[in-house]
């Protein structure tokens, strides 16, 4: 029995567990922001159906880089206080709890969704949602909190998610069409195909031509050959001996 009871009490710790880490802030979908992250900006799916209640709630969306050195929520802190999230999570923003009813179409978008990252100049805003930095991981979560600031329940942290990795600018091409190093190769054996084909090309035209004038020229033996038994009958008297009995055939 009292196994069965601890067994028990490890479900239930199990179960509340689940729930206590049942949701977290999520990347919006790639078919719905194509582009996402960016260098500078994240978008969130905002909390729908988080926390459900019919008294005016507002939600913080706290952001901290995956390094931060505390996960406490203050909602105090800023962009700038925190360093941009490297000492503790920061509120990008706040808003009013969405409403959960049925799903979001791409019509309400705007509504839908959260642009972490997007406020290039917020000197004088109470919540600063400013650029987040390139090629760096940072780490989101949703608190809901009544009027008078109290928290009624907060979401989990979300797995890490790493903005895009910004370029060196002298790193960068500026020749009008980037070559990469397969189309230098390409071109290079383009090149040898095209010398080889010109020089075939010439030879060809070369042989072609000798072949030509050879042609003609049986034809100017024969009629050479012709006349030529006629003449070496009447020259054979003058022949020696030894060149006329020589094994090699006289012309
Ligand atoms: C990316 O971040 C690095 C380090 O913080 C910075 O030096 C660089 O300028 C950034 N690149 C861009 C394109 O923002």
Request: aromatic content about 10%; glycine content about 6%; some cysteine.
């Amino acid at each position: 029995m009292g196994a069965g009871r601890y067994l028990l009490a490890a479900l239930l710790a199990l179960l509340h567990y689940d729930l206590a880490r049942g949701v977290a802030p999520l990347l919006c979908s790639s078919t719905i922001c194509a582009i996402n992250p960016t260098l500078n900006t994240i978008i969130l799916e905002k909390p729908y159906c988080f926390y459900t209640s019919s008294s005016p709630v507002t939600v913080a969306l706290y952001v901290a880089r995956n390094s931060a050195e505390s996960n406490k929520l203050e909602l105090t802190n800023t962009y700038y206080t925190t360093d941009r999230g490297r000492s503790a999570p920061y509120v990008a923003a706040t808003f009013k709890n969405p409403v959960c009813a049925g799903d979001p179409t791409t019509a309400d978008i705007g509504e839908y969704v959260y642009r972490v990252g997007d406020n290039e100049n917020c000197f004088n805003l109470k919540f600063c949602n400013g650029p987040l930095l390139n090629n760096t991981a940072y780490r989101f979560l949703y608190a809901f909190y009544d009027t008078s600031n109290v928290l009624l329940y907060q979401s989990s942290w979300s797995a890490p998610i790493t903005t895009k990795q910004g370029k060196n600018p002298s790193s960068i091409d500026t020749w009008p069409g980037a070559r990469s190093g397969g189309m230098i190769v390409l071109t290079s054996i383009l090149s040898v195909l095209m010398f080889l084909l010109l020089a075939g090309l010439v030879a060809a035209v070369i042989t072609s031509l000798m072949t030509q004038t050879k042609e003609l020229e049986p034809t100017r033996h024969e009629s050479r050959s012709t006349h030529v038994p006629q003449k070496s009958e009447g020259a054979a008297p003058s022949l020696s001996g030894s060149e006329r009995y020589s094994t090699n055939p006289q012309p």
